[in-house]
């Protein structure tokens, strides 16, 4: 984010009587949470909003933060005994807040937990006055989760807040009925990324699962290359996103290609990401920056966003840790260099600001961390703080 707006942090949880079930009065408060998780080890927590649940596998939780991008995390609640509970936006900010009547006959009351306090103009989860989204999540950030239980990865995807995802497999699941899954969990499918090889070679399977899970876009991630990449690769692969991009476009699918670092080889017209955008049609392909991937090989995100005004339509946030070498053209780094959005060298705001208006529609976390459980909350905590 913008170095010159410290990201900080100082959150709390109060919980008092808003309400009364029985005869007497009640007082009212603002109570507020940094973060809230509900969880059960089965994965079949009921699908929020507005599902009643006894689960027992409830944290509530406080971040304090030093505007570094350091931060304590602080258990506050955890296993709440619950009798009732009610999940939904009450304050209408996009976060799923908790209207809870605890298990409790000595005092009979009704509490209402707002997760990370009301954010005024919010739109949704991660989104501010200034910054609108929306803000969804790549599920490949919980890969290790889903690669263990696919339902608890989706509950805990929606339990973050997250409404929009962008796919990373189905995980061994037929797509129509992952597409059930993902409806009982309450997301909503918008984009997923297939090998360059399904593109060239068989881009009918493409279509017939995109259709299934009800995706507006499908996308390619990688260009295959031994050594750097070359302009001739760059052409070919250009040519196969044209044609698989027309096959798309009649089944009312959008192909976007996804940069990852590599592509900004030298050459006489710039780099060949360049060549790449002179190559595809405007019409059939379209473009999802990953800011990370920008910045490692030293290149410009706004610039670059200001320079392709229109081909951008969707968008990863990223950080990177601020002793990370940049100006590599690998495409491939170690993953503990991603950290919590706004801990890292990346403008954030400026990079978002511009995106926004360059035309994206859809933005997306990724956080290929080992620590991303713990870092999600942080990275939508700084998002729903940007202002400009």
């Known amino acids: 984010m913008n170095k010159k707006r410290p990201f900080r942090s100082r959150g709390f949880f109060l919980t008092m009587a808003v309400a009364a079930w029985a005869a007497g009065g009640a007082s009212a408060t603002n109570p507020s949470i940094d973060w809230l998780q509900l969880s059960s080890a089965a994965g079949d927590l009921p699908a929020p909003p507005g599902g009643s649940t006894m689960q027992t596998g409830a944290l509530t939780g406080d971040f304090d933060g030093d505007g570094e991008g350091n931060f304590t995390q602080t258990v506050l609640t955890k296993s709440h005994g619950w009798h009732e509970a009610r999940l939904a936006d009450l304050d209408g900010d996009g976060d799923l807040d908790v209207l809870n009547k605890p298990y409790n006959w000595q005092t009979p009351r009704v509490d209402i937990w707002l997760n990370n306090g009301t954010r005024r103009g919010a739109r949704g989860i991660g989104t501010s006055a200034s910054f609108h989204g929306p803000v969804g999540l790549e599920l490949y950030s919980l890969r290790e989760i889903f690669a263990k239980n696919v339902p608890l990865g989706l509950q805990f995807a929606r339990n973050f807040g997250f409404v929009e995802v962008e796919l990373a497999g189905t995980y061994g699941i037929p797509p129509e009925k992952y597409r059930v899954l993902l409806d009982r969990y309450g997301l909503k499918p918008i984009g997923a990324i297939y090998d ?12 017939q699962e995109a259709k299934a899970l009800g995706l507006a876009y499908a996308g390619c991630a990688w260009i295959p290359h031994d050594g750097p990449l070359t302009e001739e690769a760059v052409k070919k692969a250009a040519a196969t996103f044209n044609k698989a991009g027309e096959l798309l476009a009649k089944n009312g699918i959008q192909f976007f290609y996804h940069n990852h670092g590599y592509e900004f080889v030298p050459c006489k017209e710039g780099t060949l990401f360049d060549v790449l955008m002179r190559e595809t049609d405007p019409r059939l392909v379209v473009f999802e920056m990953d800011v990370f991937w920008v910045v490692h090989p030293a290149q410009d995100p706004v610039a670059l966003l200001k320079k392709y005004p229109n081909r951008w339509r969707l ?10 070498q940049t100006g590599l053209l690998t495409g491939g780094t170690d993953m503990k260099n991603d950290v919590s959005i706004g801990s890292g060298k990346i403008d954030i705001a400026a990079a978002l600001r511009e995106a926004t208006n360059a035309g994206v529609e859809h933005f997306f976390i990724e956080d290929e961390s080992p620590d991303v459980v713990e870092q999600i909350p942080l990275s939508l905590r700084c998002l729903g703080s940007l202002q400009w």
Not at 196 to 207: G, H, M, Q, S, V
Not at 315 to 324: A, E, I, Q
């Open 196 to 207: 360059y090889n399904l593109y060239a070679n068989e881009p009918e399977k493409i279509i």
């Open 315 to 324: 968008f990863h946030v990223k950080d990177m840790r601020n002793t990370t």
